[in-house]
């Protein structure tokens, strides 16, 4: 399967622990997206990469998340100090600009549970 | 007012009905418009793609965007049950981050 992958699918966490997830991105696509998406809306942007540069975040963005892609391959987003309004499905896409397409193609997520 | 706007629906159509799907949206600058599918708790799927204004079809799907009314639709001919899920439109603005924003997403039921 060449689509993007997340994992973990799912994670339940206590309040104010640290939780990281990861996103691999569909090969050779240079754009790496998170989003959020809570029940019944639909995803948020939250930041973007091109290749390893993070080059947009949402005021959705806390402190307490942070987001890396080293190399321009893989991603991680980490959120410090979890709190319950933090829990969601958090969903990676990834897209190749400069084809001119400009599709975004979305992995499985992860949904995380804070109690 | 939100970027875009979807009514969220529910939808319940019997199978073989034609649905019709829409969204507003208040953003000019939009360029790129989408339609994704997703089943309960698995992520979205793209199923059309729209540069524009116009029309595009694929198989039973059609998409439609009216950019002078800053209006979209999606068209699903001869529903089937599998077509069971919630469709969210999404769209961007040419440039930049090209971030897409999604509307609510709409819950279709299509019954056997």
């Known amino acids: 399967d060449t689509g993007v992958s997340q994992d973990p699918r799912h994670k339940i966490t206590k309040r104010g622990q640290n939780v990281t997830f990861r996103c691999d991105p569909i090969s050779e696509h240079n754009r790496l997206y998170w989003y959020r998406q809570t029940l019944g809306q639909g995803p948020e942007f939250l930041t973007y990469?091109?290749?390893?540069?993070?080059?947009?975040k949402s005021r959705l963005l806390s402190d307490r998340f942070s987001a890396e892609r080293p190399k321009g391959s893989f991603s991680t987003l980490e959120i410090q100090r979890t709190e319950q309004g933090d829990s969601a499905m958090y969903l990676c896409?990834?897209?190749?600009?400069?084809?001119?397409?400009?599709?975004?193609?979305f992995g499985p997520g992860t949904r995380l549970t804070v109690l | 007012q939100k970027e875009v706007e979807q009514d969220p629906g529910p939808l319940s159509v019997p199978e073989g009905a034609i649905v019709s799907l829409n969204c507003t949206y208040s953003?000019?600058?939009?360029?790129?418009f989408m339609w994704y599918r997703q089943y309960s708790r698995k992520g979205p799927e793209l199923l059309m793609y729209?540069?524009?204004?116009g029309n595009k079809e694929d198989g039973r799907f059609t998409a439609q965007v009216d950019k002078s009314s800053k209006y979209i639709s999606l068209f699903i001919r001869d529903s089937q049950p599998s077509d069971s899920a919630t469709y969210l439109c999404a769209m961007s603005a040419q440039g930049g981050s090209e971030k897409l924003v999604f509307g609510k997403g709409m819950k279709l039921t299509v019954n056997p």
């Open positions: 729209t540069y524009s204004s």
């Open positions: 896409a990834s897209s190749r600009i400069g084809a001119g397409r400009v599709e975004q193609f």
């Open positions: 990469f091109q290749n390893e540069a993070q080059l947009e």
């Open positions: 953003n000019s600058a939009f360029q790129y």
